[in-house]
T-cell receptor, first 106, second 114 residues
Framework: GQQVQQSPASLVLQEGENAELQCNFS?????MQWFYQRPGGSLVSLFY???GTKHSGRLTSTTVIKERRSSLHISSSQTTDSGTYLC????????FGSGTQLTVMP | DPKIIQKPKYLVAVTGSEKILICEQY?????MYWYRQSAKKPLEFMFS???????DNQTASSRFQPQSSKKNHLDLQITALKPDDSATYFC?????????????FGKGTRLTVV
């Protein structure tokens, strides 16, 4: 069936370190979005990136559609980056991964 | 300003009762969706509507009924509530119900059934 797998499941960093989050998706899925889920539960859209590389501040998303993978790079992490990062891929609906729980220590 | 408004933010309901979750979007989008996030589970797709017509339904139970009175409204009626229905329900929208289109989410309604 359609699947989206994220890794790692959790990640602990010291402030200032970089993070690389991975997302792999099955062949029947096409689009790719990255979200940040706040501790209170609301979703913040980070990137809509079906292919190629996009930048936003300290965040970079790279999707290689042929290899069915996408990554989210966070540079110079800050404590406020802590939370859950979700990737989602889809055809007519979004299929979400289980998320990466990021903790950035001061 | 939030462009997808969900009401209420929190909701507590008694088992067996009925509740309606409200969603309005002001993005001018033609497609709207409901997703659900239960405790420690990934977000899962429930329904999609396009131009006020049901496009896809991945919810097994008929207790969940979307209602679209206007193009920018998609409410979710849940009847005969069960404790297992406790979850955060997210409304979403996109410009068109097409493949490869960005989807925008509301802040969610957290439902607790006691």
């Amino acid at each position: 069936g359609q699947q989206v797998q994220q890794s790692p499941a959790s990640l602990v960093l010291q402030e200032g370190e970089n993070a690389e989050l991975q997302c792999n998706f099955s062949t029947s899925l096409n689009s790719m979005q990255w979200f940040y889920q706040r501790p209170g539960g609301s979703l913040v859209s980070l990137f809509y990136n079906p292919s190629g590389t996009k930048h936003s501040g300290r965040l970079t998303s790279t999707t290689v559609i042929k290899e069915r993978r996408s990554s989210l790079h966070i540079s110079s992490s800050q404590t406020t980056d802590s939370g859950t990062y979700l990737c989602a891929s889809g055809s007519w609906q979004l299929i979400f991964g289980s998320g990466t729980q990021l903790t950035v220590m001061p | 300003d939030p462009k997808i408004i969900q009401k209420p933010k929190y909701l507590v309901a008694v088992t067996g009762s009925e509740k309606i979750l409200i969603c309005e979007q002001y993005l001018g989008h033609n497609a709207m969706y409901w997703y659900r996030q239960s405790a420690k589970k990934p977000l899962e797709f429930m329904f999609s509507y396009s131009y006020q017509k049901l496009m896809d339904n991945q919810t097994a139970s008929s207790r969940f009924q979307p209602q679209s009175s206007k193009k920018n409204h998609l409410d979710l009626q849940i009847t005969a509530l069960k404790p297992d229905d406790s979850a955060t329900y997210f409304c979403a929208s996109s410009q068109e119900p097409a493949v490869n289109t960005e989807v925008f989410f509301g802040k969610g309604t957290r439902l607790t059934v006691v």
